[in-house]
């Protein structure tokens, strides 16, 4: 986008009241369809303001569903006062930090007593997280996903449409829970393991294993 553009931009959208008159601005980080649906979802909250996305680099679109496309530097620098919502294709948390990450729980969720979401979390609508469970920063979760009671989630896991995890279960960081899967109650899903979509998880899987099936069953490795 062109640095004039950009300057214009940055200043007609710089806050001219306090955070509480005017609200948290919001920049989702990545270009992905999941994140237009998240956009539509944070314009029906009166504390957001949606300013646009993040491209990973300077070779981007000049607009994503209908909002402005910046590159990652210039997200980072000519809006220092905006906050970040990663999305799961988001991959320069480590040039670029965490610092301003924020969450984003749609109304529509239920979050139970004792749950605890950190930073960077997405949490898509009907969604359910049950009592005392734990999602670790940049977890991402679509719409009609379950998370019961006592469950932890590492860093960085996407959890996809109508996911069901019963009580205790805990997912290794960077895990990927395809659509519909189940998984009994207090396994361990490994480090950067994938699930299938469908797949009924009835034993611990490994760090860095694709399971399939019903029962799921290793396929391949992802590293």
């Known amino acids: 986008m062109n640095q004039r553009i950009i300057k214009r931009t940055a200043e007609a959208i710089q806050p001219k009241t306090s955070c509480a008159d005017s609200g948290m601005d919001i920049i989702i980080l990545g270009l992905d369809i999941h994140g237009i649906e998240l956009a539509g979802r944070i314009a029906t909250v009166d504390k957001y303001r949606m300013l646009g996305f993040a491209a990973h680099g300077d070779d981007k679109p000049e607009t994503f569903g209908g909002y402005p496309v910046f590159s990652a530097t210039e997200a980072f ?131 860095g294993t694709t399971v399939m099936g019903n029962p799921a069953k290793p396929r391949i490795a992802n590293f």
Request: with cysteine.
């Open 77 to 207: 620098e000519c809006f220092p006062h905006a906050m970040h919502l990663p999305l799961h294709v988001w991959k320069r948390e480590h040039e670029f930090g965490k610092e301003r990450w924020t969450t984003f729980t749609d109304p529509l969720a239920v979050i139970s007593p004792g749950a605890q979401i950190g930073r960077g979390c997405i949490v898509f609508p009907h969604c359910f997280i049950g009592a005392n469970a734990r999602l670790d920063d940049g977890v991402f979760m679509l719409a009609g996903a379950v998370v019961n009671h006592d469950c932890h989630i590492g860093e960085r896991t996407t959890i996809t449409t109508n996911v069901s995890l019963a009580g205790g279960v805990k997912i290794g960081g960077g895990a990927y829970i395809g659509q519909a899967a189940t998984i009994r109650q207090n396994l361990c899903v490994g480090i950067k393991s994938l699930v299938g979509m469908g797949s009924v998880v009835v034993k611990d899987v490994p760090d």
